[in-house]
């Protein structure tokens, strides 16, 4: 992969931009068993939203690829500040519970507070803190190390996942879809939702940024970085509220969507090496153009039938993690 770093930071950039507009044009005019491409771009030039191809255009595609874009920035840019902070290439919000605490949340608020989608969007913030708490109070305990933060995410995630489940099987109208917020998916996606959640991710992403330039510290170590000025426990601490604001809010729009957070920082860190703000604006251009992508497929795979976006996501992210795993080995023992 030494390779890839030979590119300029202008062609990834520029490969990043033509990916991300190539997904967005391919989701929003794929055609259907009822709707060809032309007819879809008929209605998306003319701005004609009375026919068939207008109203699945703008009242169903339109929000769905916006909401892939949402989740795609928000997970990426969430798995890429607990990587930088945690120097841990294998962390990531569906490892370390964010994810699971996050979905769990969402599901009590439908319990206490019914149709409210303020209510859902705090729950789920409220959700993925916690989690983050009790993963690094359980990390504390046994000794803080990478390894046990990631034993303690997973166990953690196990545990919230386990109590969605009951929930779900107790109160299966909290979703409507079990498959699609299980695994993650944007079918349910409403232009209501997606306004709602927006604001949520420009202010992690503005957040994000801020804390960009003393993150690049952390690589020379907390005592390096403390005696050039940065104040070390702060800025981890506002990594990982911005990595939680992210994943929660992303939650709270797409369900329980994984792996986005390890493969999309890992595969920007190949490209552009270890600068974080080029990481970051990299994650805003790859991350969505691969949601897009894995949505499309999951819709066009099984036609008339549609997977969950997020069991493409699997399919793909598992041996990825295993790649990333085996590479860390190898690193070590060079």
Not at 29 to 42: H, K, N, T
Not at 141 to 155: D, E, N, P, Q, R
Not at 222 to 232: M, N
Not at 304 to 310: H, Q
Request: hydrophobic share 55%; glycine share 12%.
């Amino acid at each position: 992969m030494k390779h890839l770093k030979r590119k300029p930071l202008s062609f990834w950039l520029c490969l990043g931009g033509l990916l991300l507009a190539a997904a967005l044009v391919l989701s929003l005019l794929m055609p259907s068993r009822d709707l060809s491409a032309g007819e879809l771009f008929a209605a998306l030039r003319t701005g004609d939203r009375t026919g068939l191809a207008g109203r699945i255009l703008f009242g169903v595609r339109f929000p769905r690829a916006a909401a892939c874009v949402l989740c795609g920035i928000g997970l990426s840019l969430s798995g890429l500040l607990l990587q930088a902070s945690l120097n841990n290439s294998l962390m990531a919000p569906g490892i370390v519970g964010i994810n699971a605490g996050a979905g769990l949340f969402v599901l009590i608020s439908g319990i206490l507070f019914p149709g409210v989608v303020l209510a859902k969007s705090v729950f789920s913030f409220l959700g993925a803190f916690f989690a983050v708490l009790l993963v690094y109070a359980i990390a504390v305990f046994a000794g803080v190390s990478k390894t046990s933060l990631i034993l303690a995410g997973l166990a953690v995630s196990y545990l919230f996942n386990a109590v969605t489940y009951m929930l779900i099987t107790w109160r299966p109208e909290l979703v409507s879809d079990k498959a699609s917020f299980t695994l993650g998916g944007f079918s349910q996606v409403s232009g209501a939702s997606v306004r709602f959640i927006l604001p949520i991710l420009i202010l992690g992403l503005v957040i994000t940024f801020l804390l960009s330039p003393g993150i690049d510290l952390f690589l020379l170590g907390d005592e390096t970085a403390a005696g050039l000025g940065l104040p070390v426990n702060a800025v981890r601490m506002g990594c990982l509220f911005a990595a939680t604001l992210l994943a929660g809010a992303s939650v709270a729009l797409c369900g329980l969507l994984g792996f986005v957070g390890l493969i999309i920082p890992n595969l920007v860190r190949l490209l552009s090496g270890s600068r974080f703000r080029v990481n970051a604006v990299l994650c805003v251009l790859f991350g969505p153009a691969f949601v897009l992508l894995c949505d499309t497929a999951a819709r066009g795979i099984f036609y008339p039938y549609e997977l969950p976006a997020g069991m493409i996501l699997s399919v793909i992210g598992t041996p990825f993690f295993i790649a990333v795993l085996i590479r860390r080995r190898k690193k070590l023992s060079v």
